[in-house]
């Protein structure tokens, strides 16, 4: 069974960090791209980021470009999400998804992804 665990997220004030983390089980993650996913209330889920199998190639949501910066560990199954320099309009509950590939794809499409987690919860005060 495929499980996606997302951890990390929190209350921060306006221009502080948090770190995200998926932690995956019942798959080969180095076989799949991963992406991170956010929802704000009242609001369409929207791309964040993704990385590819390799972690080669990354893609960013231009809301978050030079803010926020995903990373990958093969040998521990899971991806990061640093976020930096936060924004009350960050504030959503962030999902990370997974995606079978063999190629360096980085999907920013909903779609694409085959496995989600829960999410985790970030919000940021003003």
């Known amino acids: 069974q495929v499980q996606l665990v997302e951890s990390g997220g929190g209350l921060v004030q306006a221009g502080g960090s948090l770190r995200l983390s998926c932690a995956t089980s019942?798959?080969?993650?180095?076989?799949?791209?991963m992406g991170w996913f956010r929802q704000a209330p009242g609001k369409e889920r929207e791309f964040v980021a993704a990385?590819?199998?390799?972690?080669?190639?990354?893609n960013y949501a231009d809301s978050v470009k030079g803010r926020f910066t995903i990373s990958r560990d093969n040998a521990k199954n899971t991806v990061n999400l640093q976020m930096n320099s936060l924004k009350p309009e960050d504030t959503a509950v962030y999902c990370c998804?997974?995606?079978?590939?063999?190629?360096?794809?980085?999907?920013?499409?909903?779609?694409?992804?085959?496995?989600w987690g829960q999410g985790t919860q970030v919000t940021v005060s003003s």
């Open positions: 990385i590819s199998w390799s972690a080669t190639r990354t």
């Open positions: 019942g798959l080969t993650f180095s076989s799949y791209a």
């Open positions: 998804a997974a995606v079978r590939t063999t190629t360096w794809a980085t999907p920013r499409e909903e779609y694409s992804y085959n496995y």
